[in-house]
């Protein structure tokens, strides 16, 4: 399969529900492979939302790409990445007349 066949892709978590789609591949191009795939959520969940799998996180490929995680465990890979990313500051600007 070529990678670019694996863009947009609709995935799925291994109770057949639908979580998003493929956004992007990271290649280890000296390997040959597939090092991540980031799911994009999109339109699926409340906001847009995106989150990084290794090739260990799937199950199968096909029509879909099936994961062998469950919704709580993607929710978890959220929560891991939002700890990462750095502290956002809200800055607040006024004109003056």
Known sequence: MKVSEL???KVLDKNAMEIGKVS?????PKE???DTITISTGEVWVRNRTFEIKPSDIQQV???LI???EEAEIE???EEEEE????KTRLTLTKDD
Not at 24 to 28: A, E, F, K, R, S
Not at 84 to 87: D, G, H, I, L, T
């Open 7 to 9: 863009m947009g892709r």
């Open 32 to 34: 040959g492979i597939i």
């Open 24 to 28: 992007d591949v990271d290649l280890m």
């Open 62 to 64: 096909g029509d879909y």
């Open 76 to 78: 978890g890979i959220f």
């Open 67 to 69: 994961l062998n995680l």
């Open 84 to 87: 990462k990313a750095p502290e």
